[in-house]
Each structure stands twice: as structure tokens, then as C-alpha cells.
């Protein structure tokens, strides 16, 4: 392999079992976004068309996780470098760093949205003050950026206390849901006044995690195997995710409201789940805001040393998004993510697994820009959107991945890449 490759490969000895993985990603499936998911799938289905949609979402999503996560464990090496075999060294660079900062920046206003609001209720709910959402959004997510900004490393202790919180809230939203308030039947009995396709349904789902499924890489470098890839990722990401949605789901449907700070007030939720929507929403967005200026100084070409400057940048950003209203547009958020993201996995795929045969010692980085993979990428995601927004067919992100993965095989041949002056 290239010295570049070797340099970022997790040797055998730091491999880690396939639990400490699957436990990874269950700590990412069980978020704020998710609830959000479940109560915006809420509006267009019944409890049993949510659950097919969300197993088919994420049965799509485990799919192309596991051949990115194969990859990553065969080569020990992150996403970005993976990347670069199928669109080059500095395309993979720029794309996906692009992408991370589109993503984490639009994440960071919705969840500054979702904190204002959760703080200008608690307010209201203990004060009888009305604070508007609009200024409790930028007051949050200034906070926030301050936070990722000069005080990222306290971050981890208050996980400590966000995180088991956030999942006492759940089991008490949904039991005050269900049980107490006797909402079961009416759930079970759901029927949405304006249903939506089961397509619309699956490409929501998609969207919750497919930057995640992409990027799974980074962290199935450390696996084992391909099998220890394949159940990690499996048992990981589907039952977790299925569960967080049809909370969110279920204690929509009780509250008849999808905004998950309202669903809280409604269920009559003391101020400690606020308190504890906050606190979660606040150090997913400190992530945000420093992995989206970390991806933006990549695509200035900015250094590390200038992480303060560019996550700035990414948290003002958001926070204006936050403050404008982009929770409003949060369909549209997670449409244009599943439009741009998939794609990128249908090329990596094409490059590892088609063209080079699924065999580690046919993996080489391509200096530059691979054209073929840079194009195949453009054609998957124009489809993906066009087929999600303009002409509805089939599965928008299946699409993007299918598109770009025939277009990279074509492509390669008509537009090989270089390594070292040989095609």
C-alpha cells in the first residue's frame, strides 16, 4: 500500500471487539434528531407504516455501512483516506469535507432551535416570562460555539450527565405517553390526516444517519473482521434507531404536536426534561460546531491551529440558521442530505469493490483528483434529487448510489486514474 495509506492504518493489536463498535453507535442513535424524525414521520403515517419505513431506511442504510465499514477494517484506514482511491487525494478532501460542514453547519441550527425553544418553554412553564424562541436560539447557540470554541475537553463531563438523562426523559415521555395518560390505543389506532408515500417515509429515515453510514470508516477501521463490521453495524444502528423514532413517534402522536419541546410541555413533563433536552442538545451541537470548523478549514485550506477561527465560523453560521427559522425547513435539510451524501458511498463502493475487486492490495490513493469518480458522484446525487424532488421514482437515496456506482464503472474506463503517471 501507499506510505500515505500506512501512515493512517490501525494496526492488529488495536483492533476492538465488535460490542465496544455496536456501542458507538448506539450512543449516536439515541439523539434529539432522532425524536425529531419519529415526530415529523408522525405527521404522514400510522405506527405501522413508521416502522416499515424506518427498517427499510435503515436495512438501506446497514447496506452500504457495511461495505464502507468492510473496507475501512480491510485497509485500517478513515473514510477520507478510503476516498481517495475513487475520487483522489484532494477530491475526497474537499467533497467530504464539504459535506461534513454542510451537514454538521445545518445540524448545529436545528438543535439551537430546538434548545431555545426547549429553554424559552422552560422559562415560560416556571416564570410565567415569555422569552422569544428567536432570541433564546442565538443566546443557545452563541453559548454553544463558546463552548466548542475554549472549552471543548469539559465536554465530556457533561455527557456524564446529559446522556442518562436524555434517556430517563425518553422512558418517561413514553410511559406518560402510553400508560399514564392511557394513549396506547390511540396510537395503535393512529391514521394521519395527510398521509405521506411510503418513499417520502424511507428517504427521512435514510437521512437521520446516512453522513454516519458514509463515514463509518473512521470507526469500523478498528474492527476485527468483516463479520465483526457487519454485526456491529446491524445490531448497532437498526434496533437503537427504530426505538428512538418510535418514541418520538408514539409520543407525537399522544401530544398531537411533532415539535419534540412541545411534545415534552405537553405530556406535562417536569422541568427536569427540558432541562435535559438542553443539556443533550448542547453537547451534540458542541460536536457539530467543531467537527464543522475543522471540515471548513479544510476547505479553506486553512490549519488546526486556525480551529478557532474556522469553528467560529461553522457555529455563527448555524446559529443564525437556528435563529431564522431552519427548523421550519427541516425536511428540506434532510432532503438535501440524503440527496448529497449516499452517492459518495456508491462511488467508494464502485472503486473498492467493483473495479478493485473487494482485495485490500488493489487499494492505491490517487494523487490529485480522480475525474471519474468526481463526476459519478455529480450524476448520483443529481439523481438522488431529482428523483426525491422533481420526479419522484423509487428510493431517492438507492438511487444516487445505484447512479453513481454505474457511472463510476463506465467512467473509469473512458477516464482513467493515474498513480505515479500510469493509468
Known amino acids: 500500500m501507499d506510505d500515505l495509506v500506512k501512515g493512517f492504518q490501525i494496526p492488529e493489536d488495536k483492533r476492538q471487539s465488535w460490542i465496544s463498535l455496536a456501542a458507538v453507535w448506539i450512543g449516536t442513535m439515541v439523539c434529539v434528531p432522532c425524536l425529531m424524525v419519529g415526530g415529523y414521520l408522525s405527521m404522514g403515517f400510522p405506527v405501522s407504516g413508521i416502522l416499515i419505513s424506518c427498517i427499510i431506511g435503515y436495512g438501506i442504510i446497514c447496506a452500504f455501512m457495511c461495505f464502507m465499514g468492510m473496507q475501512g477494517c480491510d485497509t485500517g484506514v478513515p473514510t477520507v483516506v478510503m476516498a481517495g482511491n475513487a475520487l483522489g487525494e484532494t477530491g475526497a478532501r474537499f467533497l467530504i469535507s464539504l459535506l461534513l460542514a454542510v451537514a454538521c453547519i445545518g445540524w448545529f441550527g436545528v438543535q439551537a432551535s430546538v434548545c431555545g425553544s426547549s429553554f424559552s418553554g422552560m422559562i415560560a412553564g416556571v416564570s410565567g416570562v415569555a422569552i422569544p424562541?428567536?432570541?433564546?436560539?442565538?443566546?443557545?447557540?452563541?453559548?454553544?460555539?463558546?463552548?466548542?470554541?475554549?472549552?471543548?475537553?469539559?465536554?465530556?463531563?457533561?455527557?456524564?450527565?446529559?446522556?442518562?438523562?436524555?434517556?430517563?426523559?425518553?422512558?418517561?415521555?413514553?410511559?406518560?405517553?402510553?400508560?399514564?395518560?392511557?394513549?396506547?390505543?390511540?396510537?395503535?389506532?393512529?391514521?394521519?390526516?395527510?398521509?405521506?408515500?411510503?418513499?417520502?417515509?424511507?428517504?427521512?429515515?435514510?437521512?437521520?444517519?446516512?453522513?454516519?453510514?458514509?463515514?463509518?470508516?473512521?470507526?469500523?477501521?478498528?474492527?476485527?473482521?468483516?463479520?465483526?463490521?457487519?454485526?456491529?453495524?446491524?445490531?448497532?444502528?437498526?434496533?437503537?434507531?427504530?426505538?428512538?423514532?418510535?418514541?418520538?413517534?408514539?409520543?407525537?402522536?399522544?401530544?398531537?404536536?411533532?415539535?419534540?419541546?412541545?411534545?415534552?410541555?405537553?405530556?406535562?413533563?417536569?422541568?427536569?426534561?427540558?432541562?435535559?433536552?438542553?443539556?443533550?442538545?448542547?453537547?451534540?451541537?458542541?460536536?457539530?460546531?467543531?467537527?464543522?470548523?475543522?471540515?471548513?478549514?479544510?476547505?479553506?485550506?486553512?490549519?488546526?491551529?486556525?480551529?478557532k477561527i474556522t469553528t467560529g465560523i461553522a457555529g455563527a453560521v448555524g446559529t443564525v440558521l437556528g435563529a431564522v427559522g431552519i427548523i421550519d425547513r427541516f425536511a428540506a435539510f434532510l432532503s438535501i442530505i440524503t440527496s448529497l451524501i449516499p452517492p459518495v458511498a456508491g462511488v467508494v463502493i464502485a472503486a473498492y469493490w467493483i473495479t478493485g475487486k473487494g482485495k485490500k492490495e488493489n487499494f492505491r490513493v490517487v494523487p490529485g483528483v480522480n475525474w471519474a469518480g468526481m463526476i459519478a458522484f455529480v450524476l448520483g446525487a443529481a439523481g438522488a434529487f431529482i428523483t426525491a424532488n422533481v420526479i419522484p421514482f423509487f428510493v431517492a437515496p438507492v438511487n444516487g448510489i445505484v447512479i453513481s456506482i454505474i457511472a463510476y464503472v463506465l467512467l473509469i474506463r473512458v477516464i482513467p486514474a493515474k498513480i505515479n503517471g500510469k493509468p
Open 133 to 307: 424562541n428567536v432570541v433564546s436560539s442565538i443566546f443557545w447557540g452563541v453559548v454553544m460555539l463558546l463552548t466548542a470554541m475554549f472549552g471543548y475537553n469539559a465536554l465530556k463531563y457533561l455527557n456524564y450527565i446529559a446522556v442518562p438523562a436524555l434517556i430517563l426523559v425518553l422512558v418517561y415521555a413514553l410511559y406518560a405517553a402510553l400508560i399514564r395518560d392511557q394513549g396506547l390505543p390511540a396510537v395503535l389506532a393512529y391514521q394521519p390526516s395527510q398521509p405521506m408515500t411510503l418513499v417520502a417515509g424511507i428517504n427521512l429515515a435514510v437521512a437521520t444517519f446516512a453522513l454516519g453510514g458514509v463515514i463509518s470508516g473512521d470507526f469500523s477501521r478498528y474492527a476485527k473482521n468483516r463479520k465483526d463490521v457487519i454485526k456491529s453495524s446491524v445490531i448497532g444502528v437498526l434496533p437503537s434507531g427504530l426505538i428512538v423514532i418510535l418514541i418520538g413517534a408514539s409520543c407525537s402522536i399522544a401530544a398531537g404536536e411533532y415539535d419534540i419541546t412541545k411534545i415534552l410541555t405537553g405530556l406535562g413533563l417536569p422541568a427536569f426534561g427540558l432541562i435535559a433536552l438542553v443539556l443533550a442538545t448542547w453537547t451534540t451541537n458542541v460536536t457539530n460546531a467543531y467537527s464543522g470548523g475543522i471540515a471548513v478549514s479544510k476547505v479553506l485550506g486553512l490549519g488546526e491551529d486556525k480551529f
